[in-house]
């Protein structure tokens, strides 16, 4: 069943990857080694300047983790094993904004709200994103399918987190349908039913603002500039000839050639998740990882941040090669001999 | 003499023609000639606009002088006069990127489409390793260890062109590297290669004019790119907040709530800016593709 030359290339992809989150990792490694070597004692300064108490172990503590993230301890390959180990299992040592409690735990506890989140507006805007692509290509003299690839033209451009601003404008301002002031509080988790509703209230903006930009940003117009190119295909022209009913024509000739390319997209998009959507989520106060990376920012909590960072490279690089391993089985094309 | 005028002319007839022809071009283009006049007034701000509280405070939009048509911020300037600065050195930052950026691409990518085997590879995994690391997140992190040192050395605002440049050459190099790849093949470069031509005439002579429309386009897209960039960092506070960019205007902005407050006037004017700019640079960049790739043409 597997042949060697599936096989083969298996293993080399394989290898690929492995040396790509290398590679990745070596090159943050250097930019922070690059770093001037004040930069500990600044952080560690700004701790105590900001007056918060944290007893004198604790600063030792912190003090040899940041050491070992800067790579300032010990000789050059001690130091890229031991800040390599830190990456590989995300260990990035006790959080500085919440201590003691370890960067990486902070950084699962808001995973789910970002998955979530991110996972359902993804894979919305993937599927009516090319649906209306396809079809809009298909009735592209309508008037409707102009203002759409018109539409699209306009919005694409775009950077996301303006459209969110134009959102917040619009639904909080002019139509005040949502609360102007976001804000999560502390949910109660008593209620299975109002989290839920709370949930689903304090995602629809940014779930709105997501599926807008990527929808009619990027989904739609590759959809439908690939499913133009597919139209003048021959063996589109052969089926119109044969004149199969057009909504076949439509769904196993065009639809299902277009939708080979963008799979790879959607990996991408599904690997992106990990990072968060850091501007979507704090304009709109969503508790995920975005909103975590950014109060990390702010209080100087590098263990935080670089779990962060490390954590979405290898969930990118890891989306690519699912992708590349499973492509043989989507695209019965792609041969491996 | 001549020689000049005639460089000059064959930069200026596309430039025409595309603007006659090309509705998407000539739109973009009437953008970006609006958004330069209101860099150019920048010049003219009165000094006293750097200063905060300088104007009444919260004043809505009126007509009655220059300094009100956009009205003024809470902390007390004028909206209008922040606006052109803010575009002069949001420009500025994509400018120097893209300066940067697009032209390391551009000799990476020649080196790899025309060395091929293993300077290709070993160029092109660099290249999608930089890709890799998540971009935004990436500059949070240099930025955030770099910004105590940031304004020491000078202005700071081109050395935000610097820190793009770090991720924003890699797109740039994979598609150059493409072009070449397709460009080697082709009979005239078999040709001049046949007739003796150094390497260097051939990249110069017969490569490069292929390139550069393609490369004008990154150069346009590198600008949008730095732009968003810096506008994205600024709203986690991280880009240079005592200067006025349009990241930082929107900083300011959600700083102090302005919708909240209902100054409408101050939270639309640096967002209706940047949708502006990057409108006028997407049609331009959509425009010359179009010019040089007629098959986009067909709608």
Redesign the interface.
Known sequence: MVSKPLLRFIILRIATYI??IF??FT??FL??KS??VS?VE?ILAGLTVQGQVIDPKAIIELRNTLYEVFGLTGSPVEQYFRYLRRFLTLDFGPSIMSYPTPARELVMSRLPWTISLLTFTTILSWILGNIIGVLASTT?KRKISKIL?GLS??L????Y??MA??L??LL??LIPIFP??GGFGAVSITDVVSLIKDWLYKSALPALSIILISMFGWWFLSSYSLALNTQTEDYVYYAMLRSLPESRILKNYILRNVLLPQVTGLGLALG?IF?GA??TE??FVYPGVGML??RA??S?D?PT??S??SM??IA??TA?LILDLIYPFIDPRVRHR | MSRTISNLRSILTPLTTLIKTNIKFSTGFTILVILLVLTFLSFVAPPKNQHWYSYPKNLAPSLTSIDLILGTTANGRSVFWTLTTAIRNSFLIGIITALIAPHIGLIIGIIAGLKGGIVDRILM??T???I???A???Y???I???R??ISMYGDPIPFMGLIFSITAWCWPARQVRAMVISLREREFILTTTLSGNSMLYIIAREIIPHLLPWHLINFTNTI?YAI?SE??LA????SILDKDTLGTM?YWM?YY?A??RDL?WW??TP?VG??MT??A??LIS?GISEYVNPRLRQ?
């Open positions: 040396l790509t590679t990745a090159f943050i930019l922070l770093m001037p930069a600044n592209r690839v033209l306009t694409y451009p775009i950077p987190y303006i601003l134009v917040i404008f909080c301002y102007l002031v992106g990072g850091l501007l704090i304009l990376v950014y920012v702010l100087g590098y941040a670089l962060i960072l979405s490279i990118i690089a690519t | 995994f660099i999608d390793t930089i890799v690391i998540p935004l997140m990436l949070v992190i240099i955030m260890i770099l105590p040192v949008l968003g506008s994205g709203i986690l506070g991280l929107i959600l709530s919708l909240f409408w939270y639309i967002i940047i949708i990057f409108a640079f997407f959509q709608r």
